[in-house]
């Protein structure tokens, strides 16, 4: 079955720092895959997408994504955390056209200054 | 242009009732999945709907239903609410539905007492 695995549930960073966010999926063929962020109490803001291609992904807000089969993950980084960056963070996947896109139980990401 | 449209944005209902839930998608956008978010389950998948058809559904209780029209507006309904369908209720909309990209609404944050 179509699974994503975020292994951390809380993560502080101190501003300016560097961030890696951790996904791994578990899906028969390759998936597509998606990092998401939420603000308290707002809806899903899509941050990039993987569907094929280079497996390195640029997105919105300076994040940027890296897909690797061999270990079935696709991590999130940022080069330089800002305040403003503190929120819940989703990756998710799907198979395609038919498939329910999954998501993982998030990353809640803490700003330190 | 338009986003996702979810209303209402907030209702308390009490147990034993049904609630109804709206929401409309960006144009041109033809798949529509509801999703169900609380602290402890995180984001689960309800169902999607592509075309006014049914084309995948989660692992909920028949209580939960859910119809699109050939506008691409869709609704949710909860019947015999209980306690713990107290919950964020996300739509998001996507022009295939096979991986090109979920937009979310905002949610309607529904509170069952």
């Known amino acids: 079955a179509q699974s994503v695995t975020q292994p951390d549930i809380h993560i502080t960073v101190s501003e300016g720092a560097s961030l890696e966010l951790r996904c791994n999926y578990s899906?028969?063929?390759?998936?597509?895959l998606f990092w998401y962020v939420q603000s308290p109490g707002q809806g899903l803001q899509l941050l990039l997408k993987?569907?094929?291609?280079?497996?390195l992904v640029q997105g919105i807000k300076g994040f940027e994504a890296e897909f690797k089969r061999s270990q079935s993950s696709f991590n999130l980084r940022k080069p330089s955390v800002h305040w403003s960056d503190a929120a819940e963070y989703f990756c998710?996947?799907?198979?395609?056209?038919?498939?329910?896109?999954?998501f993982g139980k998030g990353t809640t990401l803490s700003v330190s200054s | 242009k338009a986003g996702v449209t979810q209303t209402p944005r907030y209702l308390i209902k009490t147990r034993g009732q049904q609630v109804t839930l709206s929401c409309s998608p960006i144009?041109?956008?033809?798949?529509v999945s509801w999703y169900q978010q609380t602290p402890g389950q995180g984001l689960q998948f309800l169902f999607e709907?592509?075309?006014?058809?049914?084309?995948n559904k989660g692992n909920f209780p028949g209580r939960f239903s859910g119809r699109q029209f050939s506008n691409s507006r869709s609704e949710m309904n909860v019947s015999t609410l209980e306690l713990g369908d107290s919950a964020l209720y996300l739509c998001?909309?996507?022009?295939?539905?096979?991986?090109?990209?979920?937009?979310f609404g905002s949610g309607t944050r529904l509170t069952v007492v």
């Open positions: 998710a996947s799907t198979g395609g056209a038919g498939t329910a896109l999954i």
């Open positions: 899906y028969g063929a390759t998936p597509y």
């Open positions: 993987y569907f094929s291609g280079d497996t």
């Open positions: 144009s041109g956008h033809r798949s």
């Open positions: 709907y592509f075309s006014e058809t049914q084309r």
């Open positions: 998001a909309s996507s022009v295939t539905g096979s991986g090109d990209g979920y937009t």
